[in-house]
Antibody
Framework: QVHLVQSGAEVMQPGSSVKVSCKAS????????ISWVRQTPGQGLEWLGR????????NYARNFQGRVTITADESTTTAYMDLSSLKSEDTAVYFC????????????WGQGTLVTVSS | SYVLTQPPSVAVAPGKTASITCGGH??????VHWYQQKPGQAPVLVIY???YRPSGIPERFSGSNSGNAATLTISRVEAGDEADFYC????????????FGGGTRLTVL
């Protein structure tokens, strides 16, 4: 069984950066894609980008290009999402999610990490 | 960019059938995935590639996709089905490849 376990909640200052981790267990890490999806309070789901660990390739949503960096470490089966220049509007729950194939469904999800941006 | 439109809310009595739509231009040409999210939890995949159910999802959940609308249907609705439901597609538009609908709150009366 595949499990994605994310790092804990963060409180960040405006203008700073946050790095959230997502450790995978079960399955073959490098064969799939790991995406990051966020949910602002009371709102819907928004995709930020993804990484294919076996290839090291990334895709980002235009809204976040230049501000988000997604990486993966196959040796530790961990993916990371780094979001910079934080604003209060970035306060959200950030989820990692695994798709078994490039444009397939998000079959497995992490538990979510609350990032609060506040001075 | 491509837009998915869902009704904000759907209400249904226990034992009845709930239908949640996901509208998009020529959506039948895309594969639609559906997720259920209960408060404080991560989304759970309930239908993928329009009509397929992951293991562990009750047969009461089914999906269809035709024309400009995909539909998630929940038969014999139970109180435990109450949740937010999101549709999702992948789009070739490089600006935003993965797109979610705005979500539908299913209320069991």
């Amino acid at each position: 069984q595949v499990h994605l376990v994310q790092s804990g909640a963060e409180v960040m200052q405006p203008g700073s950066s946050v790095k959230v981790s997502c450790k995978a267990s079960g399955g073959t890490f490098g064969s799939y894609t790991i995406s990051w999806v966020r949910q602002t309070p009371g709102q819907g789901l928004e995709w930020l980008g993804r990484v294919t660990p076996s290839l090291g390739t990334t895709n980002y949503a235009r809204n976040f290009q230049g501000r988000v960096t997604i990486t993966a470490d196959e040796s530790t089966t961990t993916a990371y999402m780094d979001l910079s220049s934080l604003k209060s509007e970035d306060t959200a729950v950030y989820f990692c999610a695994r798709a078994n194939e490039g444009n397939g469904p998000f079959t497995y999800w992490g538990q979510g990490t609350l990032v609060t941006v506040s001075s | 960019s491509y837009v998915l439109t869902q009704p904000p809310s759907v209400a249904v009595a226990p034992g009845k059938t709930a239908s949640i739509t996901c509208g998009g231009h020529n959506i039948e040409s895309k594969s639609v995935h559906w997720y259920q999210q209960k408060p404080g939890q991560a989304p759970v995949l309930v239908i993928y590639y329009d009509t397929y159910r992951p293991s562990g999802i009750p047969e009461r959940f089914s999906g269809s996709n035709s024309g400009n609308a995909a539909t998630l249907t929940i038969s014999r609705v139970e109180a435990g089905d109450e949740a937010d439901f999101y549709c999702q597609v992948w789009d070739s538009d490089a600006d935003h490849p993965a797109i979610f609908g705005g979500g539908t709150r299913l209320t069991v009366l």
